[in-house]
């Protein structure tokens, strides 16, 4: 298996050039520099590589490199991968997913073969890798720095971030978003761990978890649950004392909670005191799959409902921005969804907009449906009776059976709507399309139909 120097010189070529050197005539042309040689982004995905190669060469090659892929490689020791990091000083972008390192560090790392820090590192990427807490909390330390962090697909049902010496949690001012897609992680008590390592936290991505609830412990399916009397609750993992869900994540202006297994309106009024948060993704999960009003209400009231319970969000679901008639009526419809409902069944934001828009009175039901019969005159030279139409019948197929009354072939007829009211100032309308319904003329009682026929 190649060494990521032999896969770089693999695939970016050497940084000598002899073309030169073969010309017939000397023209001076200066050499770049070996160090410049490289492009600043190396991506040396699924290349077998398993080690860092000769430090030296390497160094030389590298050492403006500030963007490494090295995702799908057969990377296993960490004291290779401290190496790759060593000679890239300025590495601000680390991408080494689907490689095994669930060796711990500090069993297999040599002394010194790690730097104090690394300052210039700003996003890591980890997904699908294996790694323990303990390694991670390990790096964490020397990144003090970093912004962002991917830990996808780790199989992590339990977040472990103490501080292994004095058993508080660790704290990681400079990081803003945490990609944690996928991991088993089904309580909102695990979750908030992270918020508390990570008490600047901007972004996070839970899409694909087994989240049952924002609460804790997780409501039963039809239990009804009051915001307001959340009670609070002590964790586990530390002294301190919750108050609410939202209490680790004061900034969080980013959340994705796709296809996690949150099933109650109780978590979406939880999401709807979030402080900071603006832009919410909240698809494939069984409070919309499972629900009873799932089959009453269309996709676009759901929508409603939930921006009506949501008065901070600016996107959701990845839309346009929520404008303010778009609230508002989303505010308004909520009130008229739970104004017949009980005490018990109505959100904790019901009597908030109601407050705003006052008590509404019940929309109309207006059946703009065409009544399917109507009395017209039928007239035909000197030939004029009543007649009983079906307006949902085509032009065609009224001709069909017109052919019985006036003895005229219906692809030898024409056929002239009058309307009452108009058809003195813009005369009768021809009825020419076969395929048209007659509702669509809009013909009302005591109208008239003039029959012709082709010259």
């Known amino acids: ?144 720095m970093v912004e962002e962090i991917h830990l996808s697909m780790n199989n992590y049902d339990v977040i472990e971030l103490d501080d292994d010496e004095n058993c508080q949690p660790i704290q990681i001012p400079s990081v803003t978003k945490l990609h944690f897609t996928g991991n088993p992680v089904s309580t909102w008590v695990e979750v908030c761990k992270l918020g508390r390592a990570f008490p600047n936290l901007e972004s996070l991505v839970l899409a694909e978890c087994p989240l049952l609830s924002l609460m804790t412990p997780p409501p039963s399916p039809d239990t009804h649950h009051s915001l307001l009397s959340y009670p609070k609750q002590e964790t586990d993992s530390y002294d301190n004392m919750m108050d609410l869900p939202h209490d680790a994540f004061i900034h969080l202006r980013f959340l994705n909670l796709n296809r996690t297994l949150i099933r109650t309106w109780d978590d979406v009024d939880i999401l709807g005191r979030f402080p900071a948060l603006k832009y919410l993704r909240i698809q494939g999960c069984p409070l919309f799959e499972e629900n009873p009003e799932r089959q009453e209400y269309t996709e676009h009231e759901r929508r409603q409902l939930l921006i009506a319970r949501l008065p901070c969000i600016q996107t959701l679901n990845g839309g346009a921005e929520i404008t303010a008639d778009e609230r508002e009526d989303a505010e308004r419809f909520l009130i008229r969804f739970y104004m017949d409902k009980s005490e018990e069944e109505r959100p904790d934001r019901y009597n908030e907009v109601v407050q705003v828009h006052g008590k509404l009175d019940r929309l109309v039901n207006i059946d703009l449906t065409p009544e399917s019969k109507v009395p017209v005159l039928l007239v035909c030279g000197d030939k004029c009776e009543s007649h009983t139409l079906d307006v949902y019948q085509t032009v065609l197929e009224f001709k069909q059976k017109l052919e019985k009354f006036f003895n005229i072939p219906a692809h030898r007829m024409r056929v002239f709507y009058a309307d009452q009211q108009i058809c003195s100032i813009v005369g009768p309308e021809e009825m020419k399309f076969p395929n048209k319904r007659l509702y669509s003329y809009n013909i009302v009682s005591g109208d008239q139909i003039i029959v012709d026929s082709k010259k």
């Open 1 to 144: 298996m190649p060494s990521l120097l032999e896969a770089i010189t693999e695939k970016y070529g050497s940084s000598e050039d002899d073309t030169f050197d073969q010309m017939p005539i000397a023209i001076y042309v200066p050499r770049k520099n070996p160090r410049n040689v490289l492009p600043k982004l190396l991506v040396l995905n699924d290349c077998d590589i398993d080690s860092a190669g000769n430090e030296t060469d390497l160094r030389d090659k590298c050492h403006g490199v500030e963007e490494l892929d090295l995702a799908q490689n057969r990377l296993s020791e960490w004291n290779e991968i401290f190496k790759i990091l060593n000679i890239m000083p300025k590495l601000k972008f680390a991408n080494l997913s689907f490689n095994n390192l669930s060796a711990d560090i500090n069993n297999t790392l040599p002394r010194g073969i790690m730097r104090d820090t690394y300052p210039c590192l700003k996003s890591v990427v980890l997904n699908s890798t294996n790694i323990t807490w303990s390694s991670f909390k390990h790096i964490l330390k020397k990144l003090p």
